[in-house]
C-alpha cells in the first residue's frame, strides 16, 4: 500500500463518480488537459471510457519534451559536439529526433553526455571536472524551473564557474490562452497539478475571467481526475466558471512562494518557441543579467545545423488539440515508442505514446 | 517529467532528506520548502521536495465518497417523502 496513491485509485469510488458526471451533465463538453502527466494518467486508467460520450477529453500543448522545438534539439547536439562540453539532461530528452542525430546517437559516438536524476548531479560532475564546461539541458515548465533555479543559485553560491545552463524552461498560461485565441474550442481545463503546486492558482485568472472556460486544478490518480472532471462539468452546467482545486493535497491558493522567490531571483520571461504554437509572447525562461555567467547560449559560441521539420509528423496540430494521434498516417506503423519519429511518441507523456501504449 | 511522487521523509541532514515510495529511497533537496520534519510526506520532483502533501485535504477530498452516500440517502428520503406526501 502506498500512502497518498492507492486510495486515490478505489474502483468503487471511481464509479461513483462516473455515475455523479452521467447525473450532472446535459450537453456536450470538451476539457483539454494541458499536463502530460495527466495525458498519461488519462489513458493508464481508460477515464475516457468510464465518461458519458458527451463528455470528450481532449490532450494540450503540456508535455515539455512535446513542445521544446527541434532547433533546441539540433543546439544541444552541437554542444555535446564539442571536445571540452560534458551534457547532462534528465532521460526523457535523450531519444528526441533532432534534424539529422539524436543525443542518443551522439553518445554511441563517443559524445560526453549523461542522465542524471537532478541538477545537483550535475552541478557534482561540474565539481569533478574542473577541465570541462558541464551543461545542463533545463527544460519543463513550472514544476522543473524551481530545481534548475536552485541548481543555478548553488553554483553561484559555490563559485562554481564551468557550469551552464541551456534553458528552455517554459510557462504554461501564455500556451493555455494561445491555443483558446486560435479558435481551439473547449468549455474548461484541467489543469496542471505539479505547476500549480509552485504557482498557485493565480495564473490561471483570465481562463474564467476573460475566455469563461472552467478550471479545475487536478490531481493525477483516477479519483482526482473523475472528481476534476465531474467539478468542471458542474462549473459549466451552472455556467460559473472559476478557478478551483480539486488536488487541495498538494495545490495551496498561494503556491511554494519559496520556489516563485527563487524563479524570480534567477530567471526572467523571454518570448519562446513553441512546437505547434509557434513563439509566444513571455512564454519562456531566461537567465537574469546577473547569472549570465551561466548561460550555456551567450557562453558558448557553437555552430547549429539548419532545422529540418519531419514531413508527416502532425505533433505540433496533436499539441494544440486539432488533431489526435489517430489522425497521424505514421502512428503505429513507421513511428512506434521503440522507433519514434516525433517528440509526441518519445516522451512518455506524450499523447502519441500514451495512446500506442494504453490504447492502440 | 512532469511526474511527482509522493514520498515520506525518512531523514534529514543539512537540509537534504531521505525519502521513501513504497520501500524505495530517493534522495531530496528541502531547498525549496520550510517544516519540514522527519515523517512528513512530500511531493518529489527532479530530486527536489516541491510541496508538502497535507494530510487533512488529502483525507477531505476522499470524504467526497461518504457525502454523496449522505446526499443520496437524504435525496431519496426526499422523494419518497415527496411521493408518500
Ligand atoms: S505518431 Fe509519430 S509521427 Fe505521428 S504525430 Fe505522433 S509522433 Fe508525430
Redesign the interface.
Known amino acids: 500500500m502506498i500512502k497518498y496513491i492507492d486510495e486515490y485509485r478505489d474502483k468503487k469510488l471511481v464509479l461513483k463518480l462516473a455515475e455523479e458526471i452521467r447525473k450532472a451533465s446535459t450537453k456536450p463538453l470538451r476539457f483539454m488537459e494541458v499536463c502530460g502527466g495527466h495525458t498519461m494518467a488519462i489513458h493508464k486508467f481508460g477515464i475516457p471510457s468510464l465518461l458519458p460520450e458527451n463528455i470528450r477529453l481532449l490532450s494540450g500543448p503540456g508535455c515539455p519534451v512535446c513542445v521544446t522545438d527541434r532547433k533546441y534539439i539540433d543546439t544541444a547536439i552541437a554542444f555535446a559536439r564539442l571536445d571540452d562540453v560534458i551534457i547532462t539532461t534528465y532521460g526523457d530528452l535523450i531519444r528526441v529526433p533532432g534534424s539529422t542525430s539524436t543525443l542518443d546517437a551522439e553518445r554511441g559516438a563517443g559524445n560526453d553526455i549523461r542522465i542524471v536524476y537532478s541538477i545537483l548531479d550535475a552541478l557534482t560532475i561540474a565539481l569533478e571536472n574542473p577541465d570541462k564546461k558541464v551543461i545542463f539541458l533545463g527544460i519543463g515548465f513550472e514544476t522543473t524551473t524551481p530545481s534548475s533555479a536552485a541548481g543555478i543559485y548553488n553554483a553561484n553560491a559555490q563559485s562554481i564557474d564551468n557550469f551552464f545552463l541551456y534553458s528552455s524552461h517554459k510557462v504554461m498560461p501564455p500556451a493555455m490562452t494561445a491555443l483558446i485565441d486560435e479558435g481551439v474550442e473547449i468549455d474548461g481545463y484541467i489543469a496542471p497539478g505539479h505547476v500549480s503546486t509552485i504557482t498557485g492558482t493565480s495564473i490561471y485568472k483570465d481562463i474564467p475571467d476573460k475566455y469563461q472556460l472552467a478550471c479545475v486544478i487536478s490531481g493525477f490518480e483516477p479519483v482526482d481526475l473523475m472528481l476534476s472532471i465531474l467539478m468542471l462539468t458542474k462549473q459549466k452546467e451552472a455556467g460559473k466558471p472559476f478557478v478551483e482545486i480539486q488536488y487541495k493535497r498538494a495545490v495551496r491558493p498561494e503556491g511554494n512562494i519559496k520556489a516563485q522567490r527563487l524563479i524570480e531571483e534567477v530567471f526572467e520571461a523571454k518570448d519562446d518557441l513553441w512546437r505547434g504554437l509557434g513563439i509566444l509572447r513571455n512564454s519562456g525562461l531566461r537567465l537574469k543579467d546577473k547569472y549570465a555567467h551561466y548561460d550555456a547560449e551567450k557562453m558558448i559560441p557553437v555552430e547549429v545545423e539548419r532545422t529540418k521539420e519531419d514531413k508527416g509528423c502532425i505533433c505540433g496540430e496533436i499539441l494544440k488539440g486539432i488533431k489526435s494521434p489517430g489522425d497521424c498516417k505514421l502512428f503505429g506503423k513507421a513511428c512506434t515508442p521503440s522507433d519514434p519519429v516525433g517528440a509526441c511518441m518519445v516522451s512518455n507523456e506524450g499523447a502519441c505514446h500514451a495512446w500506442f501504449r494504453y490504447k492502440a | ?6 514520498a ?1 521523509i525518512e531523514s534529514i541532514e543539512d537540509n537534504m532528506a531521505i525519502v521513501s ?2 520501500g524505495v529511497t530517493y ?1 531530496a ?1 528541502l ?4 517544516d519540514v520534519n522527519v515523517g512528513d ?1 512530500i ?1 518529489l ?4 521536495a ?2 508538502k ?3 487533512e ?2 483525507e ?3 470524504k ?2 461518504s457525502e ?1 452516500e449522505d446526499l443520496n440517502r437524504k435525496m431519496d428520503e426526499e422523494e419518497k417523502g415527496f411521493r408518500s406526501a
Request: overall charge negative; proline content about 6%; hydrophobic content about 45%.
Open positions: 517529467m512532469c511526474l511527482s511522487i509522493p515520506k515510495v513504497g534522495k533537496s531547498q525549496l520548502l520550510d510526506y511531493l520532483h527532479t530530486g527536489f516541491i510541496q502533501i497535507s494530510p485535504e488529502a477531505e477530498t476522499l467526497i465518497f454523496f
